[in-house]
């Protein structure tokens, strides 16, 4: 029961936020938001940026491929020459090729997957301006082509989708640095550090000293959460003290990290002018999110029996992998959270949750994270269903699909199958290859079908560029970290790059009224057979895989199996 | 459109929002928390007789029966011969142990902790906090119902009146908000240094 009031508290703050949020970010993208102007002009001069400039399709691509380009070399120079540059309180060494490789391209894809161990293996400066700027960064290109993807459906014949420079900029100085700065204040007041100074010695009451990890983790804290990008300061991510101090601020990063997700379909609605279509795709989010919380919910409230039968309290719930203040309810929402959008921060470590309860992130995963999914990605592929969902309506009946008055053919649904494939192909054959292999085999933690789950999930987190892990896995070797570097970079760009081409087409025909024989795309209808098809066309590829992993594990469990 | 005229802008950019980002405001954000909260952005350590003795926030561990028990940690590392060893509450790193719900390790450490637990504490069931490892590593919490089970045994090796203790335990336990937000929960480090505070008087 309080689990349930925990998850609807959650829903409420976010959904509630959602509509003046949306309302905001709709504005920002119109470009009506201007009390920045000076800064946001100063860096279109210095850029040698024209504001006013349209960008095609295939010129937004570009644009924002290069800037990605260059973006991901200069973290790859920084994480191999952090020993030479400031902010090494510690003397960290430089990253190896294959792990600043794999760290870059994770960073660069707003995956945010850390095959290093940040306490010893990154400087503060390599973090604070290294990663903390792609997680701006990163989220703020995500966010650009959800703008670009809802303008094609605002007008008819029209060959542009916006200028990608300046969504970038205006994203960046209007959301997600207010947002953060004004998180990461409430943080640091509820314990995070920020500092630049060196780990701290203690002496302990109980004989013996101890040192204390500490750094700048407020700031990157922030908006980590709230661009959907997941890397922690510390290993232990979202559970550790210093990233997370209490249930407040975990209440807190829940909702950063859902905030924007659902709020997109609600801009997109203002922009249509009918905000119902944008409240049809909000809701379908939150449904699947939703059912995926009460069932891990359910899943780790009821405790593991192997235990409870060896003497452990049967009211406590699964607590291996958990800490004590946020307790089951708010560490499998926040967990669930992460895996819904593609934020993967964990305040728990779901390698040790029940099997079932370990299932629903890693098939939110699968599903393509549209639920509400990251920050920009999680709305461009809900669109992507979307279009899908009035194509096999439209096959039903016979008439050819439409969506928002644009007629949906076959180069369209071409497209869009070609970005729901590619990301299955990248997660299945990369997860069984690893397991052909002697090196993928050593980095499994687990024996059994949990060893499966693990490598499943590492390749559905990399690919979805999620992030998060069954960190048991030793993912620091040249497979997994050249393998899972690759999958991130797909993952991201060849889907994304389909999806622009889906908004180009779609913006270049004319703008149909809608007729007695249009499909609604609101209203209850449409929101089941969207739920239909994301579970259908986005899972079901994965059932037989996710059988002999988790539900596998879960069968043997309850038969007192263990390995 | 030729991509040599879009280097510049996108270099530049890149450039500007580093700066931005990633020197301006965090070393803004940095210097304005360090004047205004230097306790919690420095973090939130304690100090006794001018020593600094952990952080508020941060788990340590405590072995000696006179002290409340923190929760197993599962972190690890090497020690000097580069030999595994486990080294529970070592904050200069962090982590889960990432044993899943069916692994045979687990199940005996589990086993264990509960034999030991009992051993210590009494008999019947083991709060599952007691007997299982945190995901941090670092957790400084131990339910509520950990603490009251555990007070008894570390009233007797004070010396001290069990009721007492039981009575600093709740005095000290943090409440859940309207039984949704939080839990009931205690802070080990902060209970064990009311506890020698109270053992002094």
Known sequence: ?????????????????????????????????KYLAPIENGFY???GVDPKREMRWTDYAITLLLLSVIHFLLLYAILRLQYYLPMNPQGIAGMSPRLAFNTAASFATNTNWQAYAPESQISNGAQVFGIVVHMFISAAAGIAVAAAVMRAFLAGGVQTI?????????????????????????LVIAGAPQTFGAFVTAHTLDAGTQTIAIGPVAFQEAIKEFGTNGGGFFNANSAHPFENPNAWTNLLENWLD??????????????????????????AMAIILALGCIGTYAAEASGNPLHIAAGVSATGGNMEGKDVRFGIPASVTFNVSATGTSTGAVDSFTDSYMPLGGAVPLFLMQL?????????????????????????AGLMVGRTPEYLGKKVQAKEIKLAMLGVLILTLFILAGAGFSLMTKSGLGSLA?????????????WSSATENNGSAFAGLSADTPLLDYGLGSAMLFGRFAFLIPVLAIAGSLAAKPKLSASAGTFPTTGPLFIGLLIGVIIILGGLQYLPADTLGPLADQYLLNASKTF | MSIAREIRPAISLVV????????????????????????QANGSLLTLNGQVVGSAIIGQNFTSAKYFQPRPSALTGTDAKGNNINTPYDASESGASNMGPASASLLQSVQQRVASYQKAFGPGPVPADAATASGSGLDPDISRANALRQAPAVAAARHLDPAKVMNLVN???????????????????KLNLALDALSAR
């Open chain 2, 16 to 39: 500007l929002f580093t700066l931005l980002t990633g020197f301006i405001l965090p070393e803004a954000f940095t210097g304005a928390v360090q004047l205004a909260l230097p306790s």
């Open chain 2, 171 to 189: 005095q000290m336990a943090h409440r859940s908000f309207l039984g949704v937000v939080g839990t009931d929960h205690v802070n080990v480090l």
């Open chain 1, 446 to 458: 687990n024996a059994g079908p949990h060893g499966l789950s693990e490598m499943l999930y590492a």
């Open chain 1, 368 to 392: 393509g994270e549209v639920t509400p999914g990251g920050v920009g990605s999680g709305f461009y592929t809900i669109i992507v269903f979307a279009l899908l969902s009035v194509f096999v």
């Open chain 1, 1 to 33: 029961m309080q689990g349930m009031l925990y998850i609807a508290l959650v829903f409420a703050l976010v959904l509630g936020c959602a509509f003046p949020m949306g309302r905001y970010m709709a504005a920002i993208f119109e470009g009506r938001i």
């Open chain 1, 162 to 186: 916006g200028n990608f420079y300046v969504d970038l900029t205006r994203i960046t100085l209007y959301l997600l640095i207010p947002i953060s700065m004004i998180a990461a204040l409430l």
């Open chain 1, 45 to 47: 001069k210095l850029a």
């Open chain 1, 258 to 283: 859902l905030v924007i997700g659902f709020s997109l379909p609600i801009s997109f609605g203002i922009m249509l002018k009918d905000k119902a279509q944008g409240r049809a795709l909000m809701f």
